[in-house]
């Protein structure tokens, strides 16, 4: 904690400023409740010792994502999924899960400061009405840099700013998003309307160099999950790509493939499909398919000719139920490409659905940052105001940046910590973190999406737009003084139905009780594909194939890290510990290679290579990657930030290697840099040797007979538990499970889980409750994959119960492997006893360290562990007895389903299920009887709580 000691909140103030909070927050009806928005679930207000749930939206980029908040009197302590919300159905993307710890981190900004002194919110606006008045004596402009701006309120508070000062220039720069597929849009629609992908009426989905199971997106792992119950209507997923992602290891077929070949490969697909009947969209000449011969790949890399023609055959087959995906990192040739092939498939208007799609905001790319930057090094602005943009850590030319800003006279930033691009800045306006703000976002046509603070606000912060409806209310009265009211007033004018029965504060505390409002939209006709720009990027993949085709350089993808993101969630510890779901590496990223390349270059993990391109050059350890294409790398951006306690020094900022934003880069040169490093990995041990810990089967020959699960069956020397009333008990479907590990976060977040930082992971002291294992099978280079969530199994007969010299180990009568954390005096006996390995030990005190306010995200219902105790999952038992409360409140019996655990309640796939294994009509007890069904190490005949039900491939074998 940075400050002097009065700057600091004290859990006394905090809950006396909740309190507060709390009170106004119980007249959820009175439009003038204060800063507590209505309660989602209980609108009469929160009540102590009882969990609220409050509806908001979680943006990031151009998604938006329906959440709920959990809180407990009045703060905020988990967040998951909306149920209520038509698009996220109960889910919640894994960094919105991870984000209460923003809230509560203790780098964030708490006061505007001005010259690195603390200053008042008038003083603040006065400067910056000041720098917009020597704008205009001056005759330049001002420079308004921001992330992106999905909230239609917010863009109109912009737009209103504009309007008033006619100098402004405003730029939305995400440096992680791609343009490429919207230059695609643009050139081959029309539009940048992005459309919204539905892998569940997929019967083949061909992913290229995309991720469609990252858990970015929920609504398209459940999509895609519901697609693989066994059966005829299971799904076929085709992946060619360069590293292994989460898509290449749930794949039926996958491909290590170079990238650059993707926009000749889905043009040879389309030749294909053209030469066996499957039309052209009107006007476009087939002559221009004929230089994409599906035939030269077999060889060049090294996939048999007879699955390429499978392929064919399958999506020809799909018609209507076939979906073709290109990822963000290939060119827009290839994006024109799978177009063509979607349209050719009649994917428009079914699995690839833009009828409701809204325009969104134009974004600056590369190319356009740097003509606003070299625009500014001329001395074209006279001041410049960066809101949540971080140009000094994310822009890849460091010296063009620091021309621009120094040319700048007067510069102000808008944001929630002091980073890279704060430090250039005079003027630092402490932000609200979104859990304390108020907004709108439009993720479709007829479909609003509300955010709203689920507490007041910590720190002496305001919401940007505050800050920026503050100027405007200076230079064009009146305004409202507040961004609720100017947000309320759009939606009187604008949303709010004209006939409507009932008043607007009615109207409006509705929406704020669902978080959403919808309403019937027609939708737009199926997009025309333009044939001239789908020609013209036919042409432009063949000439790069052919230059592409004589390099004998790597080719380097790079993508935003699926835990840190682009950066901005970098000081998040549970992020940092979370491991990269493929090569289980925490705090850092690496440089992913294949096992030949390491071979050739003697190379193992850890190892440091120095890679270049032109004359920009970064340093990376080498992880070894089972199925990454010989001749490619992959990376992760997000990391070597040089601000916050946490972020700090962890791992290499890799922005400075791009050009045009996270494109492929083609041209790589990597070199051995000599030594190596330790990597801390999560996971240590990537292969099953010959054991059945994890079961996969063919589907084909499952649901013929010919691959049953292998179970153990033996004799039991002791009678087995009997459990008269409830027996809790989990089921994990293998064939849904996408290994995203979300439900590790959602664990961690529910449950009090502290990390331990990089140096206690190397000594395998890390404290998940959850780990997702991650197993390899076959030949390296084309491996599969095999994912188990693994966690206490709470079995009936458990090892560790008996060694526990002082009980603290025990069984319920429900079921339930209990522990009584005050009874433990850390002999670690039950941990060198559990054959599942999913007991923690505190060796430090994690939680007594944490600086404040980072305790106030404690879950008031679970114990905060002291050091040196054992720690392990408990079903949540604490949502065990608050389900049972609620029913005898209701007065009626519980019911399957009235019980979530965290991990089951996070998981976008639906793949963990949760029940009484006593109610024969439960979920659990259905997924006890199914036939895939196993239990892990079930020959030691401890009884494990837990079912697996096998995972299912659907490979094409022509016939």
Not at 21 to 29: E, T
Not at 537 to 542: D, E, G
Request: charged residues 20%.
């Amino acid at each position: 904690m940075s400050g002097d000691r009065d700057s600091r909140l004290s859990r006394r103030r905090f809950l006396g400023l909740m309190g507060a909070s709390a009170a106004l927050a119980a007249g959820c009806s009175k439009p003038d409740r204060g800063a507590i928005a209505s309660n989602a679930k209980r609108p009469r207000g929160s009540t102590p010792g009882l969990t609220d749930s409050y509806a908001t939206t979680f943006q990031e980029g151009l998604d938006s994502h329906g959440v709920l908040v959990r809180a407990r009197e009045g703060r905020p302590i988990h967040l998951q999924g909306n149920d209520l919300h038509p698009l996220s159905k109960g889910k919640a993307p894994m960094r919105a899960i991870a984000d209460i710890m923003r809230l509560y981190d203790p780098d964030r900004l708490r006061q505007p400061l001005a010259d690195g002194r603390p200053a008042s919110w008038t003083a603040c606006v006065e400067s910056l009405l000041s720098m917009l008045k020597a704008a205009k004596q001056n005759n330049k402009g001002v420079l308004l840099l921001t992330g992106a701006l999905v909230s239609p309120t917010a863009r109109r508070l912009v737009s209103d700013l504009a309007k008033t000062v006619p100098g402004l220039k405003h730029a939305a720069w995400e440096p992680a998003l791609s343009d490429s597929e919207a230059s695609a849009l643009r050139s081959c629609y029309g539009s940048q309307r992005r459309p919204r992908l539905k892998p569940e009426l997929a019967r083949v989905v061909v992913a290229l160099e995309a991720d469609l199971l990252s858990p970015d997106k929920p609504s398209e792992i459940a999509g895609f999950a519901s697609t693989r119950a066994p059966g005829s209507g299971m799904s076929r997923l085709y992946v060619f790509e360069a590293g292994m992602s989460l898509t290449g290891a749930k794949a039926d077929h996958r491909f290590p493939w170079r990238p650059s070949r993707s926009a000749a490969l889905a043009f040879g697909l389309a030749r294909e499909l053209w030469s066996k009947g499957v039309p052209l969209p009107p006007g476009f000449d087939p002559a221009l398919l004929a230089p994409f011969y599906l035939g030269r790949f077999p060889s060049e890399e090294q996939i048999g000719a007879d699955i390429l023609s499978r392929l064919v055959a399958d999506l020809k087959g799909a018609r209507g139920g076939a979906l073709v995906v290109a990822g963000p990192s290939l060119p827009a040739e290839a994006h024109a490409a799978v177009f063509l092939l979607n349209a050719m498939l009649g994917a428009e208007g079914r699995t690839v659905d833009a009828s409701l799609s809204s325009e969104p905001e134009t974004l600056a790319n590369g190319q356009g940052m740097r003509r606003i930057l070299e625009s500014a090094a001329s001395g074209a602005f006279e001041a410049a105001v960066f809101w949540r943009a971080n140009p000094a850590y994310a822009f890849p030319d460091p010296d063009l940046w620091q021309a621009a800003v120094s040319a700048i006279p007067s510069k102000a930033f808008i944001g929630m910590h002091a980073d890279e691009t704060a430090r250039n800045c005079g003027l630092i306006l402490a932000e609200n973190h979104w859990l304390e703000s108020w907004n709108d976002f439009e993720p479709q046509q007829g479909l609003l999406s509300l955010q709203q603070p689920a507490i007041g606000r910590i720190f002496n912060t305001q919401q940007g737009e505050d800050i920026l409806l503050a100027v405007l209310t200076r230079l064009r009265p009146p305004m409202p003084s507040e961004y609720r009211g100017y947000l309320m007033a759009r939606w009187k004018s604008s949303v709010f139905p004209g006939k409507a029965a009932v008043s607007f504060e009615r109207f409006w505390n509705a929406c704020l009780h669902d978080g959403v409002f919808s309403w019937p939209e027609s939708p737009k006709p199926l997009r025309r594909l333009e044939p001239k720009a789908v020609a013209d990027a036919s042409r432009k993949a063949c000439s790069a194939t052919e230059v592409r085709d004589r390099t004998t350089d790597f080719e380097l993808v790079l993508a935003p890290a699926a835990s840190v993101h682009d950066g901005r969630y970098a000081n998040n510890g549970w992020l940092q510990e979370l491991p990269h779901p493929m090569t289980k590496l925490s705090w850092g990223n690496s440089a992913a290679m294949s096992p030949a390349d390491a071979e050739r270059l003697k190379l193992k993990d850890g190892s440091l290579v120095e890679l270049s391109i032109n004359e920009r050059k970064a340093v990376l350890p080498v992880v070894v990657q089972p199925g990454q294409a010989p001749g490619t790398l992959s990376s992760c951006l997000g990391y070597g930030r040089r601000s916050g306690s946490v972020a700090r020094g962890v791992g290499m900022n890799l922005y400075p290697l791009l050009q045009n934003g996270p494109d492929l880069v083609i041209g790589t040169k990597v070199r051995p840099a000599g030594g190596s490093v330790d990597l801390p990995f999560i996971q240590r041990h990537h292969k099953l040797e010959g054991r059945e810990v994890v079961q996969q089967r063919a589907s084909r020959e499952f649901l013929a007979g010919t691959a049953p699960i292998h179970r153990h069956h033996s004799m039991r020397l002791i009678p087995s538990q009997r459990f008269q009333g409830r027996k809790w008990s989990m089921a994990v479907d293998l064939s849904r499970c996408v290994g995203c590990q979300s439900c590790v976060l959602a664990c961690q977040s529910e449950n009090n889980v502290p990390t331990v930082g990089p140096e206690r992971v190397l000594k395998g002291r890390e404290m998940h409750w959850i780990r997702v294992d991650r197993y390899y099978e076959g030949d390296p280079s084309r491996p599969s994959v095999l994912f188990e969530p693994m966690f206490c199994q709470q079995c009936d007969d458990a090892p560790c119960e008996t060694v526990c010299p002082v009980a603290a180990t025990n069984h319920s009568p429900e079921g339930l492997n209990q522990m009584a954390y005050n009874r433990c005096v850390g002999t670690r006996y039950c941990s060198n006893n559990c054959p599942y390995k999913v007991r923690r030990f505190n060796f430090f005190e994690y939680a007594a360290d944490a600086p404040e306010p980072m305790s106030l995200a404690f879950n008031p219902e679970v114990t905060v562990r002291p050091r040196g105790v054992m720690e392990k999952c408990t079903f949540c038992v604490q949502r065990i007895d608050e389900g049972k409360a609620l029913a005898k409140a209701a007065g009626r019996a519980l019911k399957d389903g009235d019980i979530e655990p965290a991990c089951a309640a996070a998981c976008p796939a639906g793949a963990i299920v949760f029940g009484d294994l006593n109610d024969p009509k439960s979920r659990v007890a259905a997924a006890f009887r199914d036939k895939r069904g196993f239990r892990v190490l079930e020959e030691l005949e401890i009884n494990p709580s837990v079912t697996y039900l096998a995972g299912l491939t659907n490979q094409n074998h022509g016939n």
